[in-house]
């Protein structure tokens, strides 16, 4: 029972944790990057004018942001809706821009079905993503028109030629949303400017050092910018996160739970059977907490042989089932991924301990009974 | 307490000083002992006698100290066990009394050798000490050759022999048998008396042990008859036939 308890936590631990990274790093790379500044106003929403949200100094901005070596990539981004046309269809749409020399490294994570990825050198191509391709039957090569509003209310459209056609992990994102390069949505919007600075980092660990030596220079840069982390924008990681969280503490809870009546039965059992032993070792002059520490002590080794056992067992299983390549399709995503169940030391240690912490407590109970039985009647069970 | 015990020298081993006995059943009460007056000298082989539900275990357990009485008090070697709390009591059994029981009561998972080592393990002795004396007390009860048996690869009369060095290892100043020979045949049951005797006389270790078979009362020096719990002395209280 303990072992079964520490293999499920220590598998299912290893399967949501890689599921949530997965999450994480995707919508990091393709949507928040690490940090973001833009304007108090476009974070808050207020100004119903979005030229008011813009930020017109950001190359100089981008110039102290590339100083820093811990940052891959620091690029200006403008989002806004238009109609994206192709043929006689037409369907709002989510532009979102790249800027295809220096975002290079996202390319590997929109991950290109069909096509090629955005260039600089091709600047009236955009890439779409595959739900909303399916929606217009759009395929590579195709021609499309984008019709939207520039910062002045001025109507303006562009044609299009489709490079390629993405899929990342996120139904939501690939459903609506076109890729373009910024230059040409500057020139689409009729501006020079951008509404937000996306950064990519080297490493996810530097978010919060990076943003605290950002801010002070950028109050002296852009005074009316702030500075957020991909944690605070990325709200279906959050959710996503959090509902796991809890979901993988019920679920640890129930098996602990399991574990501990399971365990109170067995050692309640072994009191029972043992009680003619326990009275004649307390006639010969054992203490009570003698008697209460021999069971807890039986209790330990029961756990950690339990917990060794699950925990070779845990591992054992999650290669097991990386190797079968199991394709599973999660909700709000777009394609199926493979399972893939990471051996994870904290999942191990948290199992491990909780599984002998459990089981000892539930020697706790028949130990401090079978201590206070009465010598006299315990002797009349036979041995 | 257990020093300051170690090295007295008193002539009554055990007295037990009007001591009573009440058990609840339901709503019954069940007088077990009444007013029970005893002595054991030093050195004495003496029986408690009586038929069933006399009261002889009930007696025997009060003076080892595995229950208290519901009134009076029991003297070991002058002290009275009265105050002594549960740890103190179990630390008296550990140092001073050795038992034997009807039914062996050895642990089952553990060889003759490991049973009889126990006890020393409780006086915290060093392994190489608990092994020496514990072969001893098996040598001396005839049991040389099986130190390494399990309880159930032995026969009544050897298992009654490895729990007799159990009781002796430790070197108690007294032993308490209920009933030793009750569970073997009368050859064995001699046996086992003949070694009980000749420890007594050999190591000085005063023994009491409750019986109601006649021929193994007749070894006894001393016999305190019980009747529904109390003492029963024929001048007083006029004959009775003890089966």
Redesign the interface.
């Known amino acids: 029972m303990i072992a079964s308890a520490v293999a499920c936590i220590i598998l299912f631990e290893g399967f949501t944790f890689n599921m949530v990274e997965g999450l994480r790093e995707t919508t990091i790379e393709t949507q928040t990057g690490h940090l973001q500044i833009a304007s108090q106003s476009f974070w808050e929403k207020k100004k119903l004018r979005p030229k008011d949200n813009l930020i017109p100094n950001y190359t100089k901005i981008l110039a102290e942001l590339n100083r820093d070596k811990r940052i891959k990539y620091a690029a200006g981004r403008l989002e806004f809706f238009g109609l994206l046309s192709h043929g006689d269809e037409s369907i709002s749409t989510r532009v979102t821009t790249v800027d295809p020399f220096k975002e290079r490294s996202r390319n590997k994570y929109f991950n290109f079905r069909k096509g090629r990825e955005l260039s600089h050198k091709r600047p009236f191509e955009v890439a779409v993503g595959s739900g909303l391709a399916k929606k217009l039957s759009i395929e590579t090569g195709s021609q499309v028109t984008v019709l939207t509003h520039t910062y002045d209310g001025i109507v303006n459209a562009m044609d299009f030629k489709v490079s390629g056609i993405f899929q990342t992990d996120i139904a939501e994102f690939d459903d609506n949303t076109l890729l373009m390069p910024l230059k040409t949505a500057q020139r689409l919007l009729d501006t020079k400017a951008v509404e937000q600075i996306v950064i990519g980092l080297n490493s996810s660990r530097d978010t919060k050092s990076v943003m605290e030596s950002m801010a002070p220079k950028l109050s002296s840069l852009a005074p009316e910018t702030d500075i957020k982390t991909w944690f605070q924008l990325a709200t279906l990681y959050k959710q996503v996160s959090m509902f796991n969280s809890v979901q993988n503490t019920i679920i640890q809870m129930i098996l602990m739970t399991l574990v501990l009546l399971s365990i109170a039965n067995t050692v309640g059992m072994s009191i029972m059977e043992r009680t003619?032993?326990i009275?004649?070792?307390?006639?010969?002059?054992?203490?009570?907490a003698s008697v209460v520490v021999q069971f807890l002590f039986e209790g330990f080794v029961l756990g950690t042989t339990g917990v060794l056992i699950g925990t070779l067992g845990g591992i054992g299983l999650a290669h097991f089932f990386n190797s079968l390549n199991i394709p599973i399709v999660f909700p709000g995503a777009s394609s199926p991924i493979f399972i893939k169940i990471a051996v994870l030391f904290s999942a191990m240690a948290k199992a491990g301990i909780s599984g002998i912490v459990i089981t000892v407590l539930a020697a706790l109970l028949p130990a401090y009974r079978s201590a206070k039985m009465?010598?006299?009647q315990a002797?009349r069970h036979?041995? | 307490m257990i020093v300051q015990l170690k090295d007295r020298v008193c002539e009554n081993i055990v007295q037990a000083v009007d001591v009573g006995r009440k058990y609840s059943l339901g709503l019954c009460e069940h007088q077990a002992l009444l007013g029970v007056n005893f002595n054991l000298k030093k050195n004495d082989f003496a029986a408690i006698a009586g038929p069933s539900g006399s009261g002889k275990s009930t007696l025997l357990?009060i003076l080892?100290c595995?229950?208290r009485p519901s009134n009076g008090d029991v003297l070991i070697e002058g002290i009275s066990t009265q105050k002594f709390n549960?740890?103190e009591l179990?630390?008296?059994?550990?140092?001073r009394?050795g038992?034997i029981?009807q039914?062996?009561?050895?642990?089952?998972t553990l060889s003759a050798l490991e049973n009889v080592e126990?006890?020393l393990l409780?006086l915290k002795l060093k392994a190489k000490d608990r092994r020496l004396q514990a072969e001893e007390a098996l040598v001396k009860v005839g049991l040389e050759k099986f130190l390494k048996s399990r309880?159930n690869e032995m026969s009544g009369g050897q298992r009654q022999r490895v729990a007799i060095a159990?009781a002796i290892v430790k070197k108690p100043v007294l032993i308490l048998a209920d009933e030793p020979t009750a569970n073997l045949d009368q050859k064995t049951a001699r046996e086992i008396l003949d070694l009980m005797q000749r420890l007594n006389v050999e190591d000085g270790i005063s023994v009491l042990f409750s019986s109601h078979d006649g021929e193994v009362l007749k070894r006894a020096s001393s016999v305190t008859y019980l009747v529904d719990g109390q003492v029963w002395n024929p001048k007083e209280r006029g004959n009775l036939l003890v089966a």
Not at chain 2, 90 to 95: S, Y
Not at chain 2, 103 to 108: A, E, G, R, Y
Request: neutral net charge; hydrophobic residues 45%.
């Open positions: 003619g032993e009275g004649t070792l307390r006639a010969l002059g054992e203490q009570r009465n010598i006299v002797l036979n041995i | 357990n080892g595995l229950e549960t740890f179990a630390e008296f059994r550990a140092h009394l038992f029981f039914t062996f009561n050895l642990i089952p126990y006890p409780l309880p159990r």
